[in-house]
């Protein structure tokens, strides 16, 4: 029996979502493998053991279990943010040698930054909101900034994972704070112009037979925008599928396909968009989306039909045989 590595928890402020994240999974992989959760933080990274915790040596990705070496057969990285959903793990498995259900380093590094990944879309003529890059908080003057993405407008860190940092500014007194709170979070920023329209997140994954899109989720906030608490505390109305028409839907749909073909990504990605008058912006793409029992992907999965254990089976069955 192989034995899959689950990394999970992380560096960022969203630690115990992808321990939870990392739970409902678990329960659900195929049985052919042995799981093992790997918990990742600043001091330590430990794996989970029939006997308790116990050491991961970064050097060979093993660890002592029983009072014998066990090596890991193949990862599955599940972190929300720094160093799973930036590539950093994905990387140190590559040098190793070992197989893994993720996209691939590259891959989650440029889909992780908002910035980068945006602008990389945006070469391929797919629309995104308009945006300014910034590197510290006197880069432009709050007038400057309205001058040229005009009010309100959405300041959050461009390069971390993390739900935190995000501000929505309706004045201009409200820049430099927003700007502060934001390079709390991350060491580069970005600002964007306001999209009024209708969210929709598509959640794609490829399969034996091929590219899958889920349904379409709605997403209606009871805060300003899909923030922390509106994503995990639920202050917001998730509605699948989403209220639009089917043409639209399909457009959606083939889109988000085509994103995840152009950034060359691997198992599940969760690609949010805005749709202003019928058109869909790409807001972010999501290599490591939330997949605990309240998050979007697994409520699409539901209504699309397939059960959480035929989906990690359809996935290992494409990236580990």
């Known amino acids: 029996m192989k034995t899959i590595g689950l990394f ?74 720094n160093p799973g959903e930036n590539g950093k793990i994905q990387a140190l498995l590559d040098m190793h040698n070992i197989p893994y259900v993720n996209s691939g380093a590259l891959a989650s ?83 964007e ?11 794609v994954y490829l399969s034996p037979k091929g590219l899958v899109a889920l349904p ?15 994503k995990y505390q639920g202050k917001s109305n998730e509605i699948t599928p989403a209220r639009i028409n089917e043409d639209l839907t399909k457009n959606v749909q083939e889109l988000a396909k085509k994103i995840y073909q152009l950034m060359q990504l691997k198992s599940i990605a969760r690609i949010d968009f805005m749709l202003v008058n019928n058109v869909p912006y790409v807001i972010e793409v999501n290599t490591t989306p939330g997949f605990s029992s309240e998050s979007i992907v697994p409520k699409m999965l539901a209504e699309a039909g397939i059960s959480i254990s035929d989906f990690w089976k359809e996935i290992t069955t494409v990236t580990l045989n």
């Open 8 to 81: 999970c928890g992380g560096f960022s402020s969203e630690f115990e979502i992808s321990l939870k994240s990392a739970e409902t999974i678990r329960t659900h992989f195929p049985k052919e493998y042995k799981v093992v959760r790997i918990i990742v933080s600043t001091e330590k990274w430990e794996v989970e053991t029939d006997k308790g915790l116990a050491s991961f040596n970064l050097n060979d990705c093993s660890f002592l279990e029983n009072g014998v070496q066990k090596q890991i057969d193949a990862g599955l990285i599940y972190i929300h943010g």
């Open 109 to 191: 590094a440029l889909s992780f930054d908002k910035w980068y990944c945006n602008q990389f879309l945006k070469s391929f003529d797919i629309p995104v909101a308009k945006s300014l890059f910034l590197q510290n908080d006197h880069q432009y003057t709050p007038s400057e900034i309205i001058e040229h993405l005009g009010l309100p407008i959405f300041i959050k860190p461009s390069d971390s994972g993390s739900s935190y940092g995000i501000s929505k500014v309706k004045s201009i007194d409200e820049v430099l704070p927003a700007l502060q709170f934001a390079f709390k979070e991350g060491k580069t920023v970005v600002i």
């Open 216 to 230: 379409l989720t709605e997403i209606v906030s009871e805060n300003e925008f899909f923030d922390y608490e509106a």
């Open 193 to 203: 112009s306001f999209l009024d329209g209708i969210e929709v997140t598509c959640g």
